[in-house]
């Protein structure tokens, strides 16, 4: 992976755009190539440099009317100069100018055929709870659209194969992330892979430290830049585990540590509702990931779903669809 410096730990775009560094990374074409040049320039900001961040905030403010203007109106737009823009069309992995405008005329065609609503904007005071409601679940859907469509299946696959052939599991993520790690850790523990996820900084370390080769660990970071994570990854790797990283942002930190990487496409809105959205984004790899393990232990991993359910269903209360309670069954 590409080395990455300076990369800024806040989550909002405006604190990165204002925090980015002074040269550009090289642009590292993981991504799916039919996905929106949108999710990949949002990605990607961080490790730009500044004048071609103020391109990307021109293209993220209006793809729509930028997919109208000559080079040198968005160049101006920027205040910044032609090359630059150019620059910036290649270091997000378009090749120029043209094909970026292409890509933004076709993306923008496929988001008003999916919805005439505008309800990608930011939410404000004025809006009422119908509005917000809306919103969120805009954000909320796209980012698990964006995710699917950016997804990488080799490097899903490949991840795939090393789960499910691995001793034991651990997982990695600290505070909204943890959530997501838990998710994926009953996940796996109920198709009988061993598997524990952690959210303690010291127990994430001295977990790290015990692994080894054939064992796997996963780090799950929004950012990529949350340092309890990335130094979990690190231990782990140093100790022969192969590592894989799920974060939102390709040349993250933590990708450094990451034998592989799966991506996720959520943005941050107002009141941090994109918090919601990276959890769901997150999931939704997670979700795949697992799937794609169970169903290379099709039978193993269907009699142990089996077996997990029926461990449980005592504890639940026996509801007919009526809405009226079952008699609990007696003899058990």
């Known amino acids: 992976m590409p080395t990455v410096s300076n990369f800024p730990t806040v ?13 550009a990374v090289p642009a590292q074409p993981t991504r799916d190539a039919d996905a929106s040049p949108l999710v990949r320039i949002r990605s990607l900001l961080p490790g730009l440099a500044r004048a071609e961040q103020r391109v990307a905030k021109v293209v993220l403010d209006d793809p729509a009317q930028v997919a109208r203007r000559s080079i040198t109106e968005v160049a101006l737009a920027a205040n910044t100069s032609e090359t630059t823009v150019t620059r910036f069309c290649k270091a997000v992995g378009v ?27 930011e939410i404000g005071p004025e809006d009422d709870l119908a509005a917000v409601i809306g919103k969120v679940s805009f954000a909320d859907a796209r980012a698990v659209e964006e995710t699917a469509d950016q997804l990488d299946v080799p490097s899903l696959q ?14 990695y993520g ?18 009988g892979r061993v598997s524990f996820a952690w959210s303690d900084t010291h127990i994430m370390l001295t977990s790290a430290a015990v692994l080894s080769p054939g064992d796997v660990a996963i780090g799950i970071s929004h950012t990529g830049a949350t340092t309890d994570t990335v130094e979990a990854l690190r231990v782990a790797r140093e100790h022969g585990a192969i590592t894989v990283a ?13 034998d592989h990487v799966l991506t996720t496409a959520a943005r941050e ?29 099709m ?4 009699n142990a779903l089996d077996a997990t359910r029926d461990a449980v269903g005592s504890h639940r209360l026996g509801v007919r669809p009526d809405g009226r309670r079952r008699p609990r069954e007696t003899g058990k």
Do not use: M, W
């Open 11 to 23: 989550g909002d775009t405006e604190s990165v755009i204002a925090a980015a560094p002074s040269e």
């Open 95 to 121: 090749g120029g100018y043209p094909q970026l405008r292409i890509a933004l005329a076709a993306d923008t065609a496929r988001s008003e055929a999916r919805s005439t609503r505008n309800l990608g904007g």
């Open 158 to 171: 490949r991840v795939i194969d090393i789960v499910a052939g691995a001793g034991r599991v651990d997982v």
């Open 174 to 191: 600290v505070g909204a992330s943890a959530f997501v790690a838990a998710d994926l850790q009953q996940k796996l523990h109920r198709i």
């Open 246 to 258: 799920v974060t939102n942002f390709p040349r993250s930190p933590i990708t450094e540590v990451a």
């Open 269 to 297: 809105t107002t009141f941090r509702s994109g918090a919601t959205a990276s959890r769901i984004a997150q999931l939704t790899v997670i979700d795949c990931l697992f799937i794609g393990v169970a169903q290379r232990h």
């Open 299 to 302: 039978d193993a991993s269907v």
